[in-house]
């Protein structure tokens, strides 16, 4: 881990990058993953919101450290739709990543679709893999519920069957646990050693929904720990997702800064003082 690891998704926040970027840097945060900017689904912005876009990056002086397209998900799992997904999206997204000096790419496996398997979806991320190599970046495929990819079995199975180094995990131990499986320390020892990117946020089982980082069924701190003694130096996105549980006890960008606030005491107390 490092110093400056921390990064919000800009949907925490809003779709608005200008105010995404004020708020993160009041917060001492200037790192961020772009995911939804004005009522679209990077990359799909037009010229003009492209342009005002890498102007506000460069005068807030902060950094795009991943951008989350959408690329397989709930998307099915067909020919026609994985065309459009690696002809159209992905090249697009590549290509805004290019101008923003962006190299990682979170990705997903496809919805389950009757009658199509695992190779097919390797096939597909395969096919991506080599177009993220081509533009020297790395594509992080993230389980979720619902898609082919959900869980750390299913992670490595594809990743080693691409053996890529441009696909890598985005360790998203919440969304692991909404599917049954127990993220930390299970899932999370089988799949650690592919791990190159990281969502926080939390899993409250008894009520099915998503809850402030030290509120769920993940012991997050230890999660912390123990990749720190692994050696993981990669950003920890903080996704807090509480946005679709609007009985929270906090508002969504309060319950952001609650899990901000948080992680930086976890890392102070775990020996990563940051800067």
């Not at 923003?100 to 991506?128: N, Q, S």
């Not at 592919?194 to 809850?211: D, S, V």
Request: hydrophobic content about 40%; proline content about 4%; aromatic content about 8%.
């Amino acid at each position: 881990m490092n110093k400056e690891m921390l990064v919000i998704p800009s949907t925490e926040l809003g779709e608005d990058p200008e105010m995404v970027f004020e708020i993160g840097l009041s917060w001492g945060i200037r790192n961020f993953e772009l995911k939804t900017l004005w009522q679209n689904r990077v990359p799909y912005i037009s010229d003009t919101q492209r342009d005002y876009l890498k102007g506000l990056i460069t005068d807030y002086g902060v950094n795009i450290v991943a951008m989350s397209p959408g690329f397989g998900l709930r998307i099915e799992a067909t020919e026609e739709a994985a065309q459009k997904e690696l002809g159209d999206k992905l090249p697009r997204t590549i290509g805004l990543a290019k101008e923003l000096d962006c190299k990682r790419i979170v990705i997903f496996g496809f919805e389950k679709t009757e009658g199509v398997g695992m190779d097919f979806v390797i096939d597909k991320l395969g096919k991506a893999a080599e177009q993220a190599k081509a533009a020297d970046m790395t594509l992080l495929v993230e389980p979720i519920a619902g898609n082919n990819i959900e869980n750390a079995e299913d992670l490595i199975q594809v990743v080693e069957a691409v053996n890529s180094e441009a696909l890598r995990i985005n360790w998203d131990a919440g969304n692991i646990q909404s599917v049954g499986c127990n993220a930390y320390p299970d899932e999370y020892e089988k799949c650690k050693k592919y791990i190159a990117y990281c969502h926080l946020k939390n899993w409250y089982g008894p009520k099915k929904e998503l809850r402030l980082i030290d509120e769920g069924d993940i012991p997050v701190k230890a999660n912390l720990e123990r990749m720190k003694e692994d050696g993981y130096n990669g950003y920890l996105a903080i996704e807090t997702h509480t946005r679709w549980n609007r009985k929270h006890r906090f508002m969504p960008i309060a319950a952001t800064k609650y899990n901000v606030d948080l992680v930086c005491k976890w890392l102070d107390e775990v020996g990563v003082v940051r800067s």
